[in-house]
């Protein structure tokens, strides 16, 4: 009987385990969706409830020649027509955002943004939320191809462990003229913090996984990695050179990565 028991009970835990894991992404999906469209209806409702209303109306110029009652009471609540203000709504402030976006994009846009962060950054606490928001927003948003130019994988904390890093931009040694990378080591399970390293670009093991797929690995603490990593140092550029010049009998510093900064990015 304690075999059956047993045996039922694995099933079940197997079969609710099972059920959890293809409910709760669906329903997460769902509450995130739901928060966005809510956000977005709700920025611009205001101004399609002034239009339908007709409120709006009568600060229109005589020679127009507008006559609108609006819809009022029962009408509004009307299931297509809370579903036709909540589109409406979400398409308009999609509108407001691309002309926003088309502001910042212009000369006199910047000028104006430059500006109003010129007098947030004189505020304490403003200039502090403020910032950390758009740094944020821009390593996971459109700009982070240009910010994170490529992934690949940091000799750190010691030459035999890797970690994922983003390269940031590339210099060239004064003495030897060995190129050199800036990558940043981001730390898990928040991205927007870690360290910077320079290292030779001989010493990184590049990678041809996108950046979006390299944060995904990072926040996931290394689950969501793909089933093959090419992990051979016989295949980078360091050893490379070590070989053409230990067969030139000349000799290639190769030395470990300097720590420039750490702390939060």
């Known amino acids: 009987m304690s075999r059956v028991a047993n045996t039922f009970k694995k099933l079940l835990k197997a079969r609710v385990t099972t059920g959890l894991i293809t409910i709760l992404p669906i329903y997460v999906t769902w509450v995130v969706v739901r928060f ?29 020649g507008i006559a609108w009652e609006g819809i009022h009471g029962e009408q509004l ?46 505020v304490p606490l403003v200039k502090t939320v403020y910032r950390s928001c758009k740094k944020i927003l821009v390593t996971f948003g459109g ?10 994988l ?37 991205p927007t913090t870690g360290f910077v390293f320079v290292v030779r670009r001989s010493d990184l093991i590049e990678l041809d996984w996108s950046v979006e797929d390299a944060i995904k690995v990072v926040m996931s603490g290394g689950i969501l990695a793909p089933p093959t990593i090419n992990f051979d140092r016989e295949k980078t550029w360091g050893d490379l050179q070590a070989t053409v010049a230990q067969s030139l ?6 030395g470990s990565p300097a720590v420039v900064g750490a702390g939060k990015s």
């Open 154 to 190: 940091v000799p750190f904390p010691e030459p035999n462990c890797r970690s994922i890093g983003f390269v940031t931009a590339t210099a060239r040694d004064v003495k030897s003229g060995d190129e050199l990378c800036t990558c940043f080591i981001a730390t898990t399970p928040n």
């Open 36 to 64: 966005l469209f809510e956000l977005m209806r709700d920025s611009s409702q205001w101004v399609v409830y002034g239009v339908l209303d007709g409120g709006w109306v009568k600060y229109m110029p005589e020679f127009l």
């Open 143 to 152: 700009e982070q191809e240009t910010n994170f130019q490529r992934v690949a």
């Open 77 to 122: 609540q009307n299931p297509a027509i809370q579903w036709t203000i909540g589109i409406a709504s979400v398409f308009l402030t999609v509108g407001l955002l691309y002309g926003v976006g088309l502001f910042a994009a212009h000369f006199l846009g910047r000028r104006v943004i430059d500006m109003m962060e010129r007098i947030l950054d004189r």
């Open 249 to 254: 009998g000349a000799d290639f510093p190769h």
